[in-house]
């Protein structure tokens, strides 16, 4: 059983920064790969950046590539999502994700086995 719990949500102006952490608990946590996704109102939600355990690897989708983040801390228990020049479709709920497999950096909700209750971005222009 793993525990993910995200933080660092809130209202950002078009152009700003906002970074997100996701502290995890349960097994151990360099065994598995970390993913962040977001979920905006009447939307699917949709992959935006992977973590090997590691942190070897990384993969994001388009829409955040360069401007976006994901980073670990082993020893923490931690995942980040630092997020620059953002715009107001960046807004969402913003979740954490679990992948047992190590060295994965999946991109499809599916594959992660456990979730955090997620944390609202908004992003005003």
């Known amino acids: 059983q793993v525990q993910l719990v995200e933080s660092g949500g809130g209202l950002v102006q078009a152009g700003g920064s906002l970074g997100l952490s996701c502290a995890a608990s349960?097994?151990?946590?360099?065994?598995?790969?970390m993913g962040w996704f977001r979920q905006a109102p009447g939307k699917e939600r949709e992959f935006v950046a992977a973590?090997?355990?590691?942190?070897?690897?990384?993969y994001y989708a388009d829409s955040v590539k360069d401007r976006f983040t994901i980073s670990r801390h082993n020893a923490k228990n931690s995942v980040y999502l630092q997020m620059n020049s953002l715009k107001p479709e960046d807004t969402a709920v913003y979740y954490c994700?679990?992948?047992?497999?190590?060295?994965?950096?999946?991109?499809?909700?599916?594959?992660?086995?456990?979730w955090g209750q997620g944390t609202q971005v908004t992003v005003s222009s």
């Open positions: 973590i090997s355990d590691s942190g070897a690897y990384t």
């Open positions: 349960g097994r151990t946590f360099t065994r598995y790969a």
């Open positions: 994700a679990a992948d047992f497999r190590p060295y994965s950096v999946a991109t499809t909700p599916d594959e992660y086995e456990y």
